[in-house]
């Protein structure tokens, strides 16, 4: 993202003819909002005078108190590519404030930041690292998506099987020019679906793009004839849809998570960092896993972790520390799933680990066998727990956790509260499934 000032903004709605401006926001519960601002309104718009009615968002205040303000991030001003370009459209990233002044508490990107800030007084910096996975699909012919693919390619391969070839690299060129930094792209093991990594940044620029990337990605898929999800597991015998986490310390330039000397080259506080993750995982799967579909990811066989354990490179383990050491020294955290919200996860993330930090706690050993196949008795023997089986173990686990529920502060009940409303939701359901296994035989 740019480093533009409030007159660079300004000279470049009048240069680039930016007909249109929206205000983001991410609510409570990861959903992308905007309010398109005309240019005329541009100087108010960064003034933080654009209002929104809170109590229509989901997860925010209630309608008695409901009048909240859009301060924009000047840093995230950028144009989107796929809008026309005569007459373009531009977006700013923006926080919610009250009409006191004061940050709004709800608002996932102030949550992010107050961690980060915390990060910065024990002297981190938290750097993040994503890799995205989605399918593309068809849409039928009402244009409504289904989970049908004609696409026959499997991992890393090429065109012309390959059929989101070209939505890939429309991502990847519209992104760039966005300055969202582009790791790599490429076919995932399963027919239609795809990964998308993106370069570290700082986390609240790589929540930002997490946003981006996935607007971008359902909006040029759908320009091509095809529906993009991030759904963690739509398809019951195929791999799901994961975002690994890649993530490191750094300090004045310097990545804290690596030590010549340290064993297997980590730093203590890398070591410290892992165990604070392993420490909380199960907890913060509520914010990583948000979904009820998310647990259906979490099972043996498909590269998604089931039990909390760390490893160097065996990808059956919950924490991976891949190969490179040196900058590129880190710990990948392999739950997440695209659908959480990316500014809540980072800042639990964060808080689990410097919670490690703070007690000086010690990871277990790593694992280097396959915990797919590791029977229940000897995992625990080796004192390896399990994730949460459901959303509802999740929330659970959650509640009772004090760091997390503290890293969220005033609405992480709120939070809670709408993931168990979720699961109800879900629970009353009679499925298919239910039908055929006990209609016939109860
Ligand atoms: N799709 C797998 C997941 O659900 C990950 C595959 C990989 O290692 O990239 O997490
Ligand atoms: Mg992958």
New binding site residues.
């Given amino acids: 993202m740019g480093t533009y000032s409030k007159e660079d903004i300004l000279r470049l709605v009048e240069e680039e003819d930016i007909q249109f401006i929206r205000m983001q926001f991410t609510d409570l519960f990861g959903q992308l909002k905007n309010v398109a601002v005309t240019a005329s309104q541009i100087g108010r718009a960064l003034d933080g005078e654009i209002m929104l009615d809170g109590s229509s968002i989901q997860g925010s205040v209630r309608v008695e108190e409901s009048d909240q303000y859009l301060r924009p991030d000047p840093a995230t001003f950028a144009i989107l590519t796929w809008r026309p370009q005569y007459g373009k459209v531009a977006r700013l990233i923006c926080d919610i404030y009250n009409p006191d002044g004061t940050p709004f508490d709800g608002d996932p990107r102030n949550i992010l930041k107050r961690a980060l800030r915390q990060a910065k007084s024990m002297g981190y910096d938290f750097h993040v690292g994503p890799?995205l996975?989605f399918f593309l699909f068809q849409t039928d012919e009402e244009g409504r998506p289904t989970v049908k693919t004609s696409d026959k390619a499997g991992y890393f391969d090429l065109g012309p099987l390959d059929l989101g070839e070209g939505t890939r690299r429309e991502v990847v060129l519209a992104l760039e020019k966005m300055g969202v930094e582009i790791e790599a792209s490429h076919h995932?093991?399963a027919a239609g679906q795809h990964?998308i990594d993106l370069k570290y940044a700082d986390a609240l620029t790589a929540a930002d793009n997490i946003m981006t990337f996935k607007l971008a990605v359902k909006t040029l898929a759908q320009k091509n004839g095809l529906y993009a999800t991030f759904m963690p597991k739509p398809l019951r015998d195929a791999?799901?849809?994961?975002m690994?986490v890649n993530m490191s310390l750094f300090q004045d330039g310097r990545n804290l998570f690596y030590d010549e000397s340290g064993e297997r080259k980590l730093s203590l506080l890398a070591r410290q960092f892992i165990a604070g993750l392993l420490e909380h995982a199960g907890s913060f799967c509520a914010l990583t896993n948000p979904v009820v579909n998310s647990y259906k990811?979490l099972i043996p066989g498909?590269?998604?972790p089931c039990c909390l354990a760390w490893s160097e490179s065996n990808?059956s383990a919950l924490i991976r520390i891949p190969d490179p050491r040196g900058q590129g020294t880190r710990a990948e955290l392999?739950s997440p799933d695209t659908a959480c919200n990316p500014y809540l996860a980072f800042a639990a993330c964060l808080a689990a680990g410097l919670d490690g930090v703070t007690r000086g706690l010690t990871p277990p050993p790593a694992v280097a066998g396959n915990l797919y196949a590791m029977p229940l008795e000897e995992l625990a023997a080796r004192g390896i727990r399990r994730l949460p089986v459901s959303l509802d173990a999740a929330v659970c686990a959650m509640e009772t956790d004090k760091v997390i529920m503290e890293v969220l502060g005033p609405y992480a009940a709120r939070y809670a509260a709408g993931k168990r409303q979720e699961w109800e939701e879900y629970r009353t359901q009679v499925s298919q499934w239910e039908l055929d296994r006990y209609l016939a035989n109860c």
């Fill in positions: 890799e996975e995932e093991t990964e791999a799901g849809n994961g690994h990811r498909y590269e998604a990808r392999r």
